[in-house]
């Protein structure tokens, strides 16, 4: 997930406003009683970085909106906490028949929507129809881009490689507390993708009456109905109170859940897009907690008596090298690219504390990750001898890097920039800067142009698939890599539908390994994601999938 999101600029003045804005949640949480005591603490209140993309989670792709949903929507298929593998969640368990073209989902009884309709097997259907059945631009990438990417297409597109292609073929409910979703062909990664946010369960009623799928405008600049603005309806512990644009969000406890209601009847996301600001409202108590903390930051929040939570890092930090330049077309100079480049030190020196240094394309702890990857040690001799070999002793490269952005694995841009620059420098390399804002400049360049060289990118995996790591750089053809390769596209191809998970493990690991062998970027680290609380929080349930959900938190006085 890179987060497609525009950014703005935050002057001091709106810094200022939100940061009283958030003040003013913080006093409205009634810490004290009418006769003086002390009362318990019940509002949560998290700095957001950016108003949610949407409401609805089935036209969101970013980490906001997946926040927002993840406390107003559940789906079929929860994480382990802690963890990115996949849980029971609305549904209590599941079979898959031995073809696995049919999934067999145990519903959990007597759930119910927030506008007080039941959970059953015909809203699970209803759900899927809805999905399978998205036409015009609802089909654009900027809004159902999950269901595109897992299921493959619609049940009609005018676009020829949507048109009936999607893996998704009916479903059936034979009573209440049982749905039977058929595929036309085998998708492995189904019940974990089914942990994502897209795929939250949804009130059909209140789809129906507010509209949900009337989005007016095109895919460049949707228009989102009232359904995504102002009423999502879920499941979840939590029900949309209210979203001000540019300020904040408020959610309220749903007072019919299901589960564990838990301390937090009240939560705030006050919208502050500058990490400075971010802080210094942490530091302020004008908000519990915020994400994205700048490893700088770090050290100074800790020796003040804040807490720093890490998530477990589920991501990759890459330097692409985009053969469509020619410079780089050459597997001798990505080569010497690879071994100039010093990763212990480039860690060490400017990502937070605990990021582990990258081999593959995917995190360790992903099934298909192989330590017989070539490896490319950090020998500035050997990257010399390779330039030499191809005549290119004195070459001269473009090296694009995005500003005014923090990403969770890429969270200093430039300063891992400067790092790998003076690198390449040491063995003759000359470094050509070309720096340009995030969104939408840098992400259209790197992605839909070929006019660049080396450049930085990253990817935060979605749910545990390596499908959703390489399937995602390296799946077919793309202008960030800048070449055809069908025998590495069929083998990625054909790993992600292999339905015995030995085998598909195995068909992942050759895949990795065959494209170390190739190069078209490197791997640089899986870098450590921070989050900043005040010490009143207590069991933030951190998640490398960002699956945290604050009916578990607690607040001490």
């Given amino acids: 997930m890179r987060t497609f999101l525009r950014a703005t600029a935050l002057t001091a003045l709106a810094g200022l406003a939100l940061t009283?804005?958030?003040?003013?949640?913080?006093?409205?949480?009634?810490?004290?009683?009418?006769?003086?005591?002390?009362?318990?603490?019940?509002?949560?209140?998290?700095?957001?970085?950016?108003?949610?993309?949407?409401?609805?989670?089935?036209?969101?792709?970013d980490g906001e909106s997946f926040r927002v949903a993840r406390q107003i929507f559940e789906g079929l298929v929860g994480t382990e906490p802690g963890t990115a593998d996949p849980a029971p969640l609305l549904a209590e368990s599941w079979e898959v028949s031995e073809d696995g073209l049919t999934y067999t989902f145990d519903l959990k009884a007597d759930v119910m929507f927030h506008d007080g309709t039941p959970f059953d097997g015909e809203a699970v259907c209803a759900n899927f129809e809805r999905w399978n059945s998205f036409t015009g631009v609802l089909q654009s990438e900027s809004l159902?881009?999950?269901?595109?990417?897992?299921?493959?297409?619609?049940?009609?597109?005018?676009?020829?490689?949507?048109?009936?292609?999607?893996?998704?073929?009916?479903?059936?409910?034979?009573?209440?507390?049982?749905a039977v979703i058929h595929l036309r062909s085998p998708l492995p990664e189904f019940i974990s993708a089914l942990s994502l946010p897209s795929f939250s369960?949804?009130?059909?009623?209140?789809?129906?009456?507010?509209?949900?799928?009337?989005?007016?405008?095109?895919?460049?600049?949707?228009?989102?109905?009232?359904?995504?603005?102002?009423?999502?309806?879920?499941?979840?512990?939590?029900?949309?109170?209210?979203?001000?644009?540019?300020?904040?969000?408020?959610?309220?406890?749903?007072?019919?859940?299901?589960?564990?209601?838990?301390?937090?009847?009240r939560i705030v996301f006050p919208i502050i897009d500058d990490a400075t600001a971010r802080r210094q409202a942490l530091q302020a108590g004008d908000i519990d907690g915020y994400d994205l903390v700048g490893p700088a930051d770090v050290e100074a929040l800790e020796e003040a008596g804040f807490q720093i939570v890490n998530r477990e890092p589920f991501n990759i930090l890459y330097l692409g090298m985009?053969?469509?330049?020619?410079?780089?077309?050459?597997l001798r100079v990505r080569q010497a690219i690879a071994h100039a480049i010093n990763k212990e030190a480039l860690v060490a020196q400017t990502l937070p504390e605990g990021t582990e240094v990258a081999t593959n394309f995917v995190p360790p702890s992903?099934?298909?990750?192989?330590?017989?990857?070539?490896?490319?040690?950090?020998?500035?001799?050997?990257?010399?001898?390779?330039?030499?070999?191809?005549?290119?002793?004195?070459?001269?490269?473009?090296?694009?890097?995005?500003?005014?952005?923090?990403?969770?694995?890429?969270?200093?841009?430039?300063?891992?920039?400067?790092?790998?620059?003076?690198?390449?420098?040491?063995?003759?390399?000359t470094v050509n800067p070309v720096p340009e804002p995030w969104n939408p400049e840098y992400l259209d360049r790197m992605q839909g142009t070929p006019d660049h060289g080396l450049h930085l990118l990253g990817w935060t995996g979605d749910y545990n698939d390596t499908y959703n790591f390489i399937g995602v750089f390296f799946g077919g053809t793309s202008m960030e890599w800048g070449f055809d390769d069908p025998e590495l596209f069929q083998m990625i191809g054909d790993a992600r539908y292999q339905t015995s998970v030995e085998d598909q493990t195995a068909a992942y690991e050759a895949a990795n390994e065959a494209i170390l062998e190739r190069l078209p970027g490197v791997p640089l680290a899986h870098p450590v994601p921070s989050l900043a609380f005040s010490p009143s929080v207590q069991g933030y349930p951190a998640s490398p999938v960002q699956d945290e959900v604050y009916n578990v938190i607690t607040l001490e006085d």
């Avoid at 001269?396 to 841009?413: A, G, K, L």
């Fill in 366 to 429: 992903v099934a298909g990750w192989s330590d017989s990857v070539a490896t490319y040690d950090y020998d500035p001799e050997k990257a010399k001898a390779l330039l030499a070999e191809a005549g290119k002793s004195d070459l001269t490269i473009d090296f694009n890097y995005p500003t005014n952005v923090s990403r969770p694995y890429m969270p200093t841009p430039e300063q891992v920039f400067q790092s790998i620059s003076a690198d390449l420098q040491e063995v003759g390399i």
């Fill in 322 to 330: 985009n053969q469509a330049d020619p410079e780089l077309a050459d």
């Fill in 144 to 178: 159902s881009y999950y269901w595109q990417k897992v299921n493959g297409g619609f049940a009609t597109s005018d676009v020829e490689s949507l048109d009936g292609t999607g893996k998704y073929e009916s479903c059936e409910a034979p009573d209440e507390t049982t």
């Fill in 201 to 265: 369960m949804q009130s059909p009623t209140a789809l129906e009456e507010y509209g949900a799928d009337d989005v007016s405008g095109d895919s460049a600049a949707p228009v989102l109905p009232e359904y995504a603005t102002a009423h999502p309806t879920g499941t979840g512990p939590y029900l949309f109170e209210s979203w001000s644009p540019g300020q904040e969000v408020v959610l309220t406890a749903n007072p019919d859940y299901w589960g564990e209601q838990g301390q937090i009847r």
């Fill in 20 to 61: 009283a804005c958030a003040a003013s949640d913080r006093d409205a949480t009634g810490d004290e009683t009418a006769d003086g005591g002390s009362a318990e603490r019940d509002t949560f209140i998290f700095a957001a970085s950016s108003d949610p993309a949407s409401l609805d989670p089935a036209f969101a792709n």
